[in-house]
Nanobody, 129 residues
């Protein structure tokens, strides 16, 4: 089981920016993550996939609701993935979860939480005046 730790949440005004980080550790020798995904869950709503990136070639996927505003990137040496969130809206308010897997490769399809076996505890993102 990998250890996944998110950081960077907080309270910002509409139109503001936040950068979330996701650090992954606990790999068995010779293994590494294949994909890291970001999900979010707002109160009373189901968890939804936000973005995903593959370690090998940096393929990225975004939910339609965040395209053009969020950017996912990776630092393979540090086994860390970042989610830069710009143009934040009140609807972006949610707990953001990072998830990692060593076999799943994100593609052009909507993320499914069942594809990821290791999860962080989540970080709260609140967009409000």
């Amino acid at each position: 089981q990998l250890q996944v730790v998110e950081s960077g949440g907080g309270l910002v005004q509409p139109g503001g920016s936040l950068r979330l980080s996701c650090a992954v550790s606990g790999f068995t020798s010779g293994l590494d993550y294949s994909s890291i995904g970001w999900f979010r869950q707002a109160p009373g709503k189901e968890r939804e996939g936000v973005s995903c990136i593959t370690r090998s070639d940096g393929f990225t996927w975004y939910a339609d609701s965040v395209k053009g505003r969020f950017t996912i990137s990776r630092d393979n040496a540090k086994k860390t993935v970042f989610l830069q969130m710009n143009g934040l809206k009140p609807d972006d308010t949610a707990v953001y979860f990072c998830a990692a897997d060593i076999e799943y490769y994100c593609s052009g399809y909507e993320l499914d939480s069942g594809d990821f076996r290791s999860w962080g505890q989540g970080t709260q993102v609140t967009i409000s005046t």
